[in-house]
C-alpha cells in the first residue's frame, strides 16, 4: 500500500521558518508530483505547492508570494516545503498528497472539489501555528 508521512510542523512566531517533510513508501516514488495542500480552521483545504517528479516542474499559488520552496530528494523518497517569511494567516494542517502522474495537476486557484480529483494518496498532516 502507498503511505505518505508529513511532518515537521509546529509553533513558531511570525517570521519565522519551518520545514516540513513528506515521506513515501509503497510506490516508485519518483514517478509522481507531489503536491503540498494546507486547512486552515473553518475553512477549505487549498493547494500551496506542487513539484513534478523530476523536480524540474514547480508551481505556487499566489499567497506563497515567494516565500516556500517545494523540493525533493528521490533517492530518499522525501519532499520537502521549506517556508520561510511564515504569517499567522499560514496557521494550518498540511497535507502531502501524491499526483496520479509524473506531472502537476495544477490549475491556480483550483477549488478542494477540483484539486482533489488529481490525487490518490494522502498524509495524515502536519499542524503549523504560527503565532503574532
Known amino acids: 500500500d502507498v503511505q505518505l508521512q508529513a511532518f515537521g510542523g509546529g509553533l513558531v512566531q511570525d517570521g519565522g521558518s519551518l520545514r516540513l517533510s513528506c515521506t513515501a513508501s509503497?510506490?516508485?516514488?519518483?514517478?509522481?508530483?507531489i503536491t503540498w495542500f494546507r486547512q486552515a480552521p473553518g475553512k477549505e483545504r487549498v493547494q500551496v505547492s506542487c513539484?513534478?517528479?523530476?523536480?524540474?516542474?514547480?508551481y505556487y499559488e499566489d499567497f506563497v508570494n515567494g516565500r516556500f520552496t517545494v523540493s525533493r530528494d528521490n533517492g530518499k523518497n522525501t519532499a520537502y516545503l521549506q517556508m520561510d517569511s511564515l504569517k499567522p494567516e499560514d496557521t494550518a494542517v498540511y497535507y502531502c498528497?501524491?499526483?496520479?502522474?509524473?506531472?502537476?495537476?495544477?490549475?491556480?486557484?483550483?477549488?478542494?472539489?477540483?484539486?482533489?480529483?488529481?490525487?490518490?494518496?494522502w498524509g495524515q498532516g502536519t499542524l503549523v501555528t504560527v503565532s503574532s
Open positions: 509503497g510506490l516508485i516514488f519518483d514517478d509522481y508530483a
Open positions: 498528497a501524491k499526483a496520479r502522474t509524473f506531472n502537476c495537476p495544477w490549475v491556480y486557484g483550483s477549488s478542494w472539489s477540483s484539486s482533489r480529483l488529481g490525487y490518490d494518496s
Open positions: 513539484i513534478s517528479n523530476s523536480g524540474v516542474n514547480r
